[in-house]
């Protein structure tokens, strides 16, 4: 026989304008949902998930039927959000606990997928019993950063799993043998991003009611920053498995299981984390593709603050996106642009040469425009080019158009003037120097 007592406390903090989060609590389930998206698919999808779960749980109320359950409410925001373009992209963390009757034991059940968590304090010791999926905690267990550097990473609210974003969902369960004096706590990263482990086990230790409890930490949470929505659920078995001889007592003093798989005997934990977290990385590319390039704590943390704001998977990605294509788009527009305007041609229009500022035919973005009439027929140039300046005559600039007329102008006279030396304007270029030379010879000898 096993009585539980809970409390719960939401608030959406300080910088956010609407609160994702939501907390479930009934009789034998509890959870701690955290959504993100867009619009409102940040509370849509946190509540369909609570409430599928619910319902879901209510119809199998085993470890095995919880899990199915998260598997079930992520079919559902999945669904829903294929349904709905507004919603696209929209997901939810999840931390659940449930106690559960499993071979004739009372057992408290825990699921996680996300960055939510929950914690067993016992015997005075705050221990975290789910693994986060967030990139931080897998860079943390392939040994790249510490965890203290973990907890002011820039990556740390970047999931690696989360409840609705794809069709299928790895959800890890543990079970944990009911014992009184056992508290529960689940929460959102608002409460723990804000407040240290030591800070939340003192409040666990001093506040018997769980009520309280819950309402403390939220509101300590809030006064440390409450950059983030913070949600909490402390869940209380008062009466106990261990109230009873013949079940075996849980050790003492509970080590550091940050695996889950650790030492699940001599703690009463049974660890059934779905599969390996590292084959699971769907939702982002893993953590070789996003090593953190910094070494400087200053910065990190600064980064750290800044990206506390931006929600998670999807957000961080579609940001990233976006400024991508924006740079990408703005390039291209203005390399066409410049390609488009930085030439001139020169063409017939008609009988007469124009030159035109832009590209022969039309520039993606830019419309040739005339600059200048040059006063020159199609009679004053070369036959032979006169077909070819009715397409056009691409030139780099005014200048080397204006050059290419003069080129073509005195082309056409020099041949003019072999056919017909003695046409007006045709006066031999050599000898005009030769003849004033005489002139001036004479006139100067003449007195
Ligand atoms: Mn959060």
Same mark, same amino acid.
């Given at each position: ?67 199915? !359950?998260?598997?079930? !409410? ?52 705050? %221990? ?27 990556? /740390? ?45 003192? %409040? +666990? ?14 509101? !300590?949470? /809030? ?66 593709? +996003? ?140 000898? %005009? ?15």
């Amino acid at each position: 026989m096993t009585l539980l007592r809970s409390g719960s406390a939401t608030d959406t903090g300080l910088v956010r304008s609407v609160n994702q989060d939501l907390a479930v609590e009934t009789g034998t389930l509890f959870a701690v949902a955290d959504g993100m998206g867009g619009h409102a698919g940040g509370e849509v999808a946190a509540r369909l998930a609570v409430d599928t779960l619910t319902v879901a749980f209510g119809r199998k109320p085993t470890g095995a039927g919880l899990s199915e !359950a998260v598997t079930e !409410a992520n079919r559902v925001v999945f669904e829903h959000s294929l349904d709905n373009p507004d919603l696209r992209g929209m997901g939810t963390t999840m931390t659940a606990a449930a106690l559960v009757n499993e071979d004739g034991r009372d057992v408290i059940a825990l699921v996680n997928v996300g960055d939510s968590r929950s914690y067993r304090f016992h015997d005075g010791q705050l %221990v975290q019993v789910t693994v986060d999926h967030s990139l931080a905690e897998e860079m943390v267990r392939s040994g790249e950063i510490s965890e203290s550097e973990a907890a002011v990473h820039p990556h /740390r609210h970047i999931l690696t799993r989360a409840l609705g974003v794809s069709e299928d969902v790895v959800v890890d369960l543990w079970r944990i043998q009911a014992s009184r004096g056992d508290r529960f706590l689940l929460c959102s990263d608002g409460l723990t991003n804000e407040l240290e482990l030591p800070q939340i086990g003192e %409040v +666990l230790a001093t506040v018997p009611d769980p009520q309280v409890a819950a309402d403390l930490l939220v509101r !300590a949470a /809030r006064t440390h920053g409450g950059s983030d929505n913070i949600t909490v659920v402390v869940v209380d078995v008062v009466v106990g498995e261990d109230d009873e001889p013949e079940v075996p007592a849980v050790a003492a003093v509970a080590p550091d299981f940050s695996s889950p798989a650790d030492d699940a005997s001599s703690t009463g934990v049974v660890a059934e984390p779905g599969s390996a977290p590292r084959e699971d990385v769907s939702v982002l590319p893993g953590p070789e593709a +996003l090593k953190p390039k910094f070494r400087d704590r200053w910065r990190a943390r600064r980064r750290a603050r800044r990206t506390a704001r931006g929600r998670r998977v999807i957000t961080v990605r579609t940001v990233l996106f976006t400024v991508l294509l924006a740079a990408i788009v703005y390039a291209a527009f203005y390399a066409v642009r410049w390609y488009d305007t930085n030439a001139y041609y020169v063409q017939v229009s008609n009988n007469e040469l124009m030159i035109y500022h832009g590209r022969i035919g039309g520039g993606v973005l830019y419309k040739p425009v005339e600059v200048e009439r040059t006063g020159v027929t199609v009679a004053d140039v070369p036959a032979y080019t006169v077909s070819q300046l009715i397409t056009g005559v691409q030139e780099d600039s005014l200048k080397a158009a204006q050059t290419y007329v003069a080129n073509l102008v005195a082309t056409q006279k020099a041949a003019n003037c072999t056919q017909n030396p003695t046409a007006p304007g045709c006066t031999p270029a050599t000898t %005009v120097p030769f003849g004033s030379t005489a002139t001036t010879t004479t006139s100067t000898g003449a007195p």
